[in-house]
């Protein structure tokens, strides 16, 4: 069966400094990856997704992620965090069940993003 | 731009009650996706529809049901209801094939509080 891990419950870091969120997944051929984010009580919203192409993919919010075939990763990265991205974060792949159809996500864990002062 | 309507925000329950959860898609979206996320968990998937029809179930318990109507808008209705099943219901809609490739757009949520 198709799982995504996010290894990272927890990630703290200063309000400017970069970031990197890790994600990896487990899937028997082409995944379809998505990385959403969620504010306390909030629905979830869609930073960016990966389908094929080039695998370095950029998003909403001055957020990237980069699909490594080779580590089975699709990790969200941000050069200079915000006081408001303080969330939480949650990569998901597009699970296929039997019969096709729209495939329901199967999402990680999550990790809850901190931003210091 | 026009979201995803969920409805009603909140609903509290008694145990062995019923309840109905609405969702109203994207205007042309026509596939809908229905989610279940416990406290502090992660989203699971319950089940889907495509142009009207179920077209995948995920971790649906056999007390819920789900259906699609004409004017692609959905209803998830639990019956015989558990404290379990108190979680934030969550619904998305895509436009599309109906398959892996859609972008699903998740609605605020429905939170079912059951006492």
């Known amino acids: 069966a198709q799982s995504v891990t996010q290894p990272d419950i927890h990630i703290t870091v200063s309000e400017g400094a970069s970031l990197e969120l890790r994600c990896n997944y487990s899937y028997g051929a082409t995944p379809y990856l998505f990385w959403y984010v969620q504010s306390p009580g909030q629905g979830l919203q869609l930073l960016l997704k990966y389908f094929s192409g080039d695998t370095l993919v950029q998003g909403i919010k001055g957020f990237e992620a980069e699909f490594k075939r080779s580590q089975s990763s699709f990790n969200l990265r941000k050069p200079s965090v915000h006081w408001s991205d303080a969330a939480e974060y949650f990569c998901?792949?597009?699970?296929?069940?039997?019969?096709?159809?729209?495939?329901?996500?199967?999402f990680g864990k999550g990790t809850h993003l901190i931003i210091q002062p | 731009a026009a979201g995803v309507i969920q409805s009603p925000r909140h609903l509290i329950k008694e145990k062995r009650e019923t309840a109905t959860l609405k969702c109203y898609p994207i205007p042309r979206h026509d596939t809908v996706y229905w989610y279940q996320q416990g406290p502090g968990q992660d989203p699971q998937f319950l089940i889907s529809f495509y142009e009207k029809m179920q077209s995948d179930k995920g971790s649906i318990p056999d007390r819920f049901s789900a259906q699609q109507f004409s004017d692609y808008h959905s209803e998830l209705n639990m019956s015989s209801l558990e404290l379990g099943d108190s979680a934030l219901y969550f619904c998305?809609?895509?436009?599309?094939?109906?398959?892996?490739?859609?972008?699903?757009?998740f609605g605020p949520g429905t939170r079912l509080t059951v006492l």
């Open positions: 998305a809609s895509s436009l599309g094939t109906g398959g892996s490739t859609d972008t699903q757009y």
């Open positions: 998901a792949v597009a699970q296929l069940y039997s019969g096709g159809g729209a495939d329901g996500l199967t």
